[in-house]
Nanobody
Framework: QVQLVESGGGVVQPGGSLRLSCAAS????????MGWYRQAPGKQRALVAG???????NYADSVKGRFTISRDNAKNTLYLQMNTLQPEDTAVYYC?????????WGQGTQVTVSS
């Protein structure tokens, strides 16, 4: 089973950008459907963006036009480019991999948007 490790979080001012990465431990990554989720304090974890093994994408309404999900199967890595960040984007961001009934989560990376 693939293991996932997120990186790229940090503190950024409103209007700024960050790129998150999620590195997978095995080349089997290429056949996983992948997604980015986030969980803010006191809230449930929610889908931010998803990408299928075939490259089809979907986004939460709150991030459409600002965030872009992508994957590089040669590098076994999932990305989330986040632009025009707002304070309400502050959360722990997790990547998730799905292969049939198998669900794999990363450990999360903190994103804080604050002036």
């Amino acid at each position: 089973q693939v293991q996932l490790v997120e990186s790229g979080g940090g503190v950024v001012q409103p209007g700024g950008s960050l790129r998150l990465s999620c590195a997978a431990s095995a080349s089997i990554f290429s056949i996983y459907d992948m997604g980015w989720y986030r969980q803010a304090p006191g809230k449930q974890r929610a889908l931010v963006a998803g990408i299928t093994r075939d490259g089809l994408t979907n986004y939460a309404d709150s991030v459409k036009g600002r965030f872009t999900i992508s994957r590089d199967n040669a590098k076994n890595t999932l990305y989330l480019q986040m632009n025009t960040l707002q304070p309400e984007d502050t959360a722990v961001y997790y990547c998730k991999g799905v292969l049939g009934s198998r669900l794999t989560w990363g450990q999360g990376t903190q994103v804080t948007v604050s002036s």
